[in-house]
């Protein structure tokens, strides 16, 4: 039975792709940050569906902030299971707000999660993915990765950077068979909105007068479109997780955009020519596109 480690299953995508996953027939390792306190009901939740409908999912604490708890989390996956097939990094969450008023401090919170955390549990699978000479690591980011938006600055900075990361990450790990995968949301009615801290720099946040109250209207207006009859399901999200799982190894797609794309689908279709001629014609390291030339 194959595996398959999610982070940040507590809520959103991880959740969805826990259930959808296990009910496909893989074996779920859904971890979460505070397991026995802060998120034991959906711990129990996740326990008593997978009880109710025969499926294979156990949950385990980690905290993609702290390099014991990552490694200690996989390890208990190795010792169970001897292997780790599949990674799904969809912990994370978002800052909205003046850019220029979040601190320093911040600025290193936001990334500590959303891409040091990333980086963390890739550490700890991969080693085990190159040498069973396989493997699957997908990375949750948005088309906050790819694009843009104004008042979102750090929490864009973050998911570029996971975006940069996969890219370079593709390349290197395609000689192991070990493939990377980026699965971009966007806009979807998850927990995410309101889950950032305000802006620590008050004096900036006044100094920019009518325009500080932007983010917050970008929010309720993001939330009004949430509950309309337009918005769109996450578990779709959850789906394209899965579908790239499913998918036979060497056929991968090096992102897939998920939900409306704002134009994302035209921009990953044009910059992926130029990316891999970087590599084929430019650097002459034709042989590390052995997976990684399947595109969008």
Known sequence: MKNVVITGSSSGFGYL???TLARKGYKVWATMRNSESKN?????ELLHIAKEENLHIAVIDMDVNSDTSVTAAIQTVVDVD???DHLVNNAGYMFVGITEAYSIQQAKDQFETNFFGILRTTKAVAPHMRN??????INVTSLAGRLSFPYFGIYCASKHAVEAYSQALRYELAPFGVEVSVVEPGPFGTNLLFTGPKEADQQVFEAYGDYKETPYAMLKNFEGFYESENALDPQLVADDITKLIEAKHGTRTERIVSGIDYGLKELNEKVAPIQHALIKDALQMEHLLKV???SN
């Open 17 to 19: 792709a826990s259930l």
């Open 40 to 44: 034991l009901e959906k711990k129990q």
């Open 82 to 84: 001897g292997k780790v």
């Open 132 to 137: 069973q000479k396989e493997g699957l690591i």
């Open 292 to 294: 990684a030339h399947h």
